[in-house]
């Protein structure tokens, strides 16, 4: 007899291992299916394990400027690759045994292998085909179960994304990286092309410049970062342009040349003109696609669009039965998200009253380069593409006194509300540590507050977070620094 439960889980990443601890606080027996490692993507290879690398790099950047805030640094500081990785790699499998903990506790089955969905209500489990690699990240002491076949009311597809490659310029894991290599170099290339300019991208070419590579982004959008607010990027680049990046918007790598140890781009521009770059690696950030491929959806009829599940606000699928969350359900493909969606999809199986679809205008968006970029909402190109009537207010962090006082006064924060009823569409930021401020707009936005109530909020003072309301007071006309 197969192994029978509520809910099975295909995936641990942050999706799928926090839909799996809400559906057992819920009573729902559950099981999660893992290949590779606890915690996905996210944990493992992708927002934290970047993080740690961006800290590093932070440091740096403030070590090599001690002399600004009136501190004597005796002798040089300089990175060591092995050891600022080795701190990343440390991190990450902190996580990752935090994750397998969890299961424990919340008393969910641990099923290692792959997964094929079979039938609605069934799945096979065979053996991984990406066996765990790394010393730090063991199998967890809880698994209970491995290849077999295994039922469920319910069955969430949770398998996360991988990066997307161009034909012609595929990753080769030496020469041209994906954001694997990139978070483990043995040693620090002297030269790195950045092929794309989303949030791995970028924050891969922030870190490598401030270890002190010579680092050259190419873009095929007039913009970096293009889902962020035109006036932002712009502010954001002249900073990233400022610590010695080199970027070319609205330019495409073409073809590329492999050498012994060097890749030479060419890259084509908007005027057709072709320019060859030479350097040491090349990371691929072009993107990323659903993991979609042997999980059966073919043969089920399971709805597909671009590479990716499609779902509705709840997570589930055309299929009864069956649901998907995180980054294999589409943009944004981001881990919060995939939380968010893990919890709405699991409290609506549970029939929970009141559960309200997954909002995806309210999903902040962070990029943790230096400086860093936030939002949530729309941007002002969208509201007007959109016909709306609206106000922006703007602030520098060059009036804020805290800004000032921290020597981080290049920055904004861009607020966009509707004229006739003071919603607040959008908030855009870039400056220091804009990533922790950005979430009270999304409480705002998500609690329908009005441009008059963020008014009449006290901020404390000083702090950077002044910024926001008066990038609110600026809208109305009433701001009073600036």
Known sequence: MAESYDVII??????????????????????????????????????????????????????????DYGLVLEGTVKPDAKAVVGRSRAVSARLNAGVGFLMKKNKIDIIWGEAKITKPGEIVVGKPSKPVVEPQHPLPKNVKSGEG?????????????????????????????????????????????????????????????????????????????????????????????????KIFTSAKVSKVDKAADSVTAHVETADGKVQQITADRLISAVGVQGNIENLGLEALGVKTDRGCVVIDGYGKTNVAGIYAIGDVA???????????????????????????????GKVPGCTYCNPQVASVGITEAKAKEQGRDIRVGRFSFAANGKAIALGEDQGMVKVIFDKKTGELLGAHMVGAEVTELIQGFVVAMNLETTEEELMHTIFPHPTVSETMKEAVLDAYGRVLNA
């Open 10 to 67: 295909i995936g641990s990443g942050p999706g799928g291992y926090v839909a799996a601890i809400r559906a057992s606080q819920l009573g729902l027996k559950t099981a999660i299916v893992e290949r590779e490692h606890m915690g996905g993507i996210c944990l493992n290879w992708g927002c934290i394990p970047t993080k740690a690398l961006l800290r590093s790099a932070e440091v740096l950047d403030h070590a090599n400027h001690f002399k």
């Open 149 to 245: 076949t295994y039922t469920a009311k319910h069955i969430i597809i949770a398998t996360g994304a991988r990066p997307r490659a161009l034909p012609g310029i595929e990753p080769d894991g030496k020469l041209i990286w994906t954001y694997f290599e990139a978070l483990k170099p043995d040693v620090l290339p002297k030269s790195l092309i950045v092929m794309g300019s989303g949030a791995i991208g970028i924050e891969f070419a922030s870190f490598y410049r401030s270890m002190g590579v010579d680092v050259t982004v190419v873009e095929v959008m007039p913009t970096i970062m293009p889902v962020e607010d035109a006036e932002i990027t712009a502010i954001a680049r002249k900073q990233l342009e400022k610590r010695g990046l």
């Open 330 to 360: 589409g943009p944004p493909m981001l881990a919060h998200k995939a939380e968010h969606e893990g919890v709405v999809c699991v409290e609506k199986i549970a029939g929970l009253p009141n559960v309200h679809p997954t909002d995806k």
